[in-house]
Every structure is written in structure tokens, then in C-alpha cells.
């Protein structure tokens, strides 16, 4: 058989080998792996280094079961009664295709979950009488009276902490999230950028009439905070939130990086031009949106402000007043949200005090159920969908677990 246009063919046989090689390479510099890299993958890795404390049940088996269904990096779990952890888990690696596992002491990344954090500080700031639930924010920014849009100039903190301010739901908003990813100046002038940027975006309903999700809305509250105090709300959330109750890993950011390989990194799965993971050394919050979803700390940690909740929804306060408590864990049926919260009611918890986060590469879970004084943490180093899925199953089997035989 011959060839009709040798040089047609060969031209197209180096083209077709350039594609690959460039794709090989473009992962390589990418950081990405396929999704079946690690022949062990479901295997729990323990280490001498990895200890329970005493006291503390196990619940490694049951989470690499979990991880083993969705193929997650890492997955790490934590049951509170009371006011103690009851039980741990944290099996995987730190990193997709390394060896290092993940321990019990390293951090993750939980989003979103940030956002009942923020809610707190505010609390703290009204219980101080620096600020209160009714504030409007024409009051607090008066400069932007004029350069706002009316129908926000009326919305008051307690709007912005129950997401009902009439900001739009902004996750999708992929052009505002590159906006916000480029402010440029001091940390102090891009949120005060934020801040105008986002109070003239056209509202997604009037405000006070419906639930509406906003990150644009708890990063405002960010810049409330430093109007209020003159300190950025960073150095705040240690002061007033990590350092009182001891959080001695919180911090903000990616946990790992290129400069810090002993703590985890996140994960995401790229799908084009092939499914594969990637590798992320650095968050992707915008840091002027840092209120909204960019804490990270290791479980202990989180339970130490899961506790926090749990007892003050018990009636045993501190930090802030009960009815301070009480005011940021206030609900209607009809809205399903308290500040910083979702609020559902499951038949073998009572109501529950829940949210989850994720900023793409990381995924986080929290729930407190305070009729049955029980607390459950999750989180994973793979973003949506696997890792939610993840720490969704591990969260229900675990705590209906416990709940029901403990």
C-alpha cells in the first residue's frame, strides 16, 4: 500500500505528536495527575506521629470507606458531646500523589463555614456596644451615600448577616470574582473597593423580602468591622474569636504551599481536554472577601468553636452574652437561616445548626445539633463534587451513627 501525500501524512503525524507532548507538559506544569494515580488509593495511612487522644474513638475505618467511594486526597472527621471531642478520623495524603498522610493536627481550608465566624465577631462588636443589629449601612459608610444604590442605603447588619439584603447570590459570578481578585492598594483600601463595587450591583430582590445567598454581603460585613474598630478584621477574629478560645492553628489562607509542604494542599478536578486532578498550593479567595470564606485550621480547632455554639445554644455563654447567642442563632421557618447558619430539622438530630464551604479546591462541613449536645466537623482537600459528596456521606453516617448508638 503507498502513501499518496507522503508529506500531508508526515506533517500531520508531527502535529498529532506535538498535541500530545503539549498536553503532557501542560499538565505537568499544571500540577495535575489522573484520577487513578495511586494504586493504593483507598488504603489508610497511619503513622507513629498520628495518635488519638486518650479518650478519643477512631473513625478511620469508617471514613476510608468513604474516601475509597469518591476518591478523595484526604478526608478527616471529628464528633463532639458536650464539650469534648468524642471521636477523630483523618485518612489520605496531604498532597495527591506523595506520600506524606494527613494527621490529625493539620489544617483545612473550610470556605464558607468562615461565615458563622464573622457573624460572632459582629455579635461580639454589638455585645461591646460598637455596633448594633439595626445599624444601616449609610450610617456606617457614609461617604457612599450618594454612590450607592438606594435600596441599600435602608439595609441594616441584621439583614447582611441573614442574607437578606437584596445582594444577589454572586457564586456564579465568575467576571465580579475576577473584579475582586485584581483590587489593587492596601488590604483597608480594596475592601473599602468591595464595598462600592458591591452596593451598586443591581439587587437580586428588596431588601428584607426573601433569602438571597451572598458572599458579596458577609464581605461587606469584613469592612464593618474595620470601619467600627479601626483594626482589620483579620487581627480581630484572632483577637476577639482564635486567641480567647485558644484556636492556636486558625489562620487564613491556604494551609499548604510550596513554602510550607507539611500541611495539605487542596485539590480540584480540571475536565478538559481530560478528567484529571490539580494540585492548588493557594486558595482562591479574593483577600478582600476574606469575612466571606478564607479560615483555615485543623479539626481540633474548629471543634473549639463548635463548642462555643454548642454550649451557648444550652444556655452556658461565653465570649459574648446569651442574648447575643441568641440573636445570631434566631431563625424563622420560613427563612431557614441564621447568621452565619443554615438551619434544618432532622428527625434523629432536632434542629441543626449547619453550613458547608468550599472555595474550589478544599470542602468543609459543620452541623450542631443542640437538642441532642452533639457537634459533627468534616472536611476534605478536594473541592465539589467529590469532596462535598465526601464530606456529606461521612457526615450523615457518622453522626447518625453516634446519635444513635451513644
Known amino acids: 500500500m503507498t502513501l499518496r501525500h507522503p508529506i500531508r501524512w508526515v506533517l500531520l503525524s508531527c502535529l498529532g505528536l506535538s498535541l500530545i507532548a503539549g498536553t503532557i507538559i501542560w499538565y505537568r506544569l499544571a500540577g495535575t495527575l489522573s484520577l487513578d494515580f495511586d494504586p493504593a488509593y483507598a488504603a489508610t495511612r497511619r503513622t507513629k506521629a498520628h495518635p488519638f487522644p486518650p479518650g478519643v474513638s ?193 489562620g487564613f489562607g491556604s494551609p499548604g504551599s510550596g513554602q510550607n509542604p507539611n500541611q495539605p494542599w487542596g485539590h480540584r478536578v480540571i475536565r478538559f481536554p481530560l478528567a484529571r486532578l490539580r494540585t492548588d498550593s493557594e486558595t482562591h479567595v479574593p483577600l478582600a472577601a476574606a469575612a466571606a470564606g478564607n479560615v483555615s485550621l485543623s479539626l481540633e480547632d474548629w471543634a473549639r468553636f463548635a463548642v462555643l455554639h454548642l454550649d451557648a445554644a444550652r444556655g452556658h455563654c461565653r465570649i459574648l452574652r446569651c442574648e447575643a447567642f441568641q440573636h445570631l442563632h434566631s431563625f424563622s421557618t420560613e427563612l431557614q437561616m441564621a447568621s452565619g447558619w443554615g438551619v434544618n430539622r432532622y428527625d434523629w438530630a432536632g434542629t441543626v445548626l449547619e453550613h458547608a464551604g468550599s472555595e474550589g479546591s478544599w470542602y468543609a462541613t459543620i452541623g450542631i445539633a443542640p437538642e441532642k449536645n452533639f457537634a459533627i466537623l468534616t472536611a476534605s482537600n478536594e473541592g465539589d463534587p467529590a469532596g462535598g459528596k465526601a464530606c456529606g456521606d461521612a457526615a450523615l453516617v457518622v453522626a447518625r451513627h453516634w446519635l444513635e448508638t451513644h
Open 58 to 250: 477512631s473513625l478511620d475505618s469508617e471514613l476510608s470507606i468513604v474516601r475509597a467511594k469518591y476518591h478523595v486526597p484526604a478526608l478527616a472527621c471529628a464528633v463532639i458531646r458536650g464539650d469534648r471531642i468524642v471521636a477523630m478520623g483523618a485518612v489520605g495524603v496531604r498532597v495527591a500523589g506523595r506520600s506524606d498522610p494527613i494527621e490529625l493536627s493539620d489544617r483545612f481550608h473550610i470556605g464558607s463555614c468562615t461565615k458563622s465566624m464573622t457573624a460572632t465577631l459582629i455579635g461580639i462588636l454589638v455585645d461591646r456596644g460598637l455596633l448594633n443589629w439595626e445599624a444601616k449601612l449609610s450610617d456606617i459608610f457614609p461617604e457612599l451615600s450618594g454612590k450607592m444604590r438606594p435600596e441599600y442605603c435602608s439595609v441594616t447588619i441584621d439583614q447582611l448577616l441573614h442574607h437578606r439584603s437584596g445582594l444577589p447570590d454572586d457564586r456564579e459570578d465568575i467576571r465580579l470574582y475576577d473584579r475582586l481578585l485584581h483590587l489593587n492598594g492596601t488590604l483597608r483600601q480594596q475592601r473599602m473597593e468591595l464595598v462600592s463595587i458591591g452596593l451598586q450591583l443591581p439587587p437580586a430582590a428588596a431588601p428584607g423580602s426573601s433569602t438571597v445567598y451572598s458572599n458579596m454581603g458577609y464581605s461587606i460585613l469584613g469592612a464593618v468591622v474595620e470601619r467600627v474598630t479601626g483594626h482589620s478584621w483579620e487581627d480581630r477574629m484572632r483577637q476577639c474569636i482564635f486567641d480567647p478560645l485558644q484556636m492556636k492553628s486558625a
